[in-house]
């Protein structure tokens, strides 16, 4: 059974940083691609950040430059580290990928930045 469990959220001041991580079981992770969602109160879910199974990464417009996508693929783990956080960034972020055509989420994690 696949499992994502998300770690790592909490509450930081605008302009600091946070590392969130997502642990992966019961897939071949260095297969796939994994993505970081994230939802905030009253607004859909949006995809923040995607890196590939080959390494390659996109992020949405609103964290360019500040969040960054890695995996380490030795330990079924995803991680995103977010730097020069906003309050508008504040939301419920979560992991997910896709094993064959079947989608899979995490619990989420909560992010709070206060101004």
């Known amino acids: 059974q696949v499992q994502l469990v998300e770690s790592g959220g909490g509450l930081v001041q605008a302009g600091g940083s946070l590392r969130l991580s997502c642990a992966v079981s019961?897939?071949?992770?260095?297969?796939?691609?994994m993505n970081w969602y994230r939802q905030a109160p009253g607004k859909q879910r949006e995809l923040v950040a995607r890196i590939t199974a080959g390494g390659s990464t996109n992020y949405g417009d609103s964290v360019k430059g500040r969040f960054t996508i890695s995996r380490d693929n030795a330990k079924s783990t995803v991680y995103l580290q977010m730097d020069s956080l906003k309050p508008e960034d504040t939301a419920v972020y979560y992991c997910?990928?896709?094993?064959?055509?079947?989608?899979?989420w995490g619990q989420g994690t909560q992010v709070t930045v206060s101004s």
């Open positions: 019961g897939t071949l992770f260095s297969t796939n691609t």
């Open positions: 997910h990928c896709f094993v064959g055509t079947r989608g899979y």
